[in-house]
């Protein structure tokens, strides 16, 4: 079974552009959660898709946007991107239910550096 | 609000050598806890889970206990290997706020031959 596959793997950018990330999940998997990484935040939570519906959102700034496909592939935006977006984002994939504990699946990420 | 804290690394043990990685949590609500493990240049593994009070989640040789009394999900293992040098994330979800998970600040851990 394949795994949250996230392309692509690195990307360079430049102060004020904009990128897409693209999060294929696990297939059969519903939820898409995105997540930033950062050595001085650690491990923050972007938001989450369930049935193309945003069904939660962390505290970043409208900059940071995403949708989902009907497939459940998702994708993320940055627009306006600034030096301190220079990340890794991960993806999570889960079956998306409501059982507690159900555990999610995360890719390899994507690592973005800002110049 | 939830929080979950972990202790600081960098870890350093030697081979064979018993590893504990002390994490305590912050909810409002029942948590279900997490470990999760992310080795060099990629992703986030999920190495165990508990679900409720009591709970043992094991995997690998790693055991957590949830403990609702003192808020913890301490992490051990009785034996390294340098294979097991990675970084470890604590974290917890609620129902109420569905799948978001919060993560501890992760603990760096390096097994010496």
């Known amino acids: 079974k394949a795994g949250v596959t996230q392309t692509p793997r690195y990307l360079i950018k430049t102060r004020g552009q904009q990128v897409t990330l693209s999060c294929s999940p696990i297939s059969g998997h519903r939820s898409v959660s995105w997540y930033q990484q950062t050595p001085g935040q650690g491990l923050q939570f972007l938001f989450e898709?369930?049935?193309?519906?945003?069904?939660n959102k962390g505290n970043f700034p409208g900059r940071f946007s995403g949708r989902q496909f009907s497939n459940s592939r998702s994708e993320m935006n940055v627009s306006t991107l600034e030096l301190g977006d220079s990340a890794l984002y991960l993806c999570a994939s889960s079956l998306g239910g409501t059982a507690s504990g159900e555990p999610q699946h995360f890719g390899d990420g994507t690592r973005l550096s800002i110049l | 609000g939830n929080s979950v804290t972990q202790m600081e690394g960098p870890v350093t043990l030697s081979e064979e050598a018993f590893l504990t990685i002390n994490c305590t949590y912050t909810a409002t609500g029942y948590p279900s806890l997490f470990w999760y493990v992310q080795y060099p240049g990629e992703g986030l593994q999920l190495l165990l889970k508990?679900?409720?009070?009591?709970d043992k989640g094991s995997n690998k040789g790693f055991e957590a206990t949830y403990r609702k009394e003192t808020t913890s999900f301490h992490l051990e293992k009785g034996s390294v290997q340098v294979s097991d040098s990675a970084v470890y994330f604590c974290?917890?979800?609620?129902?109420?706020?569905?799948?978001?998970?919060?993560f501890g600040g992760g603990t760096r851990v390096l097994v010496k031959p």
């Open positions: 508990a679900t409720k009070a009591d």
């Open positions: 974290a917890l979800t609620l129902k109420a706020a569905g799948n978001k998970l919060t």
């Open positions: 898709y369930f049935s193309e519906t945003q069904r």
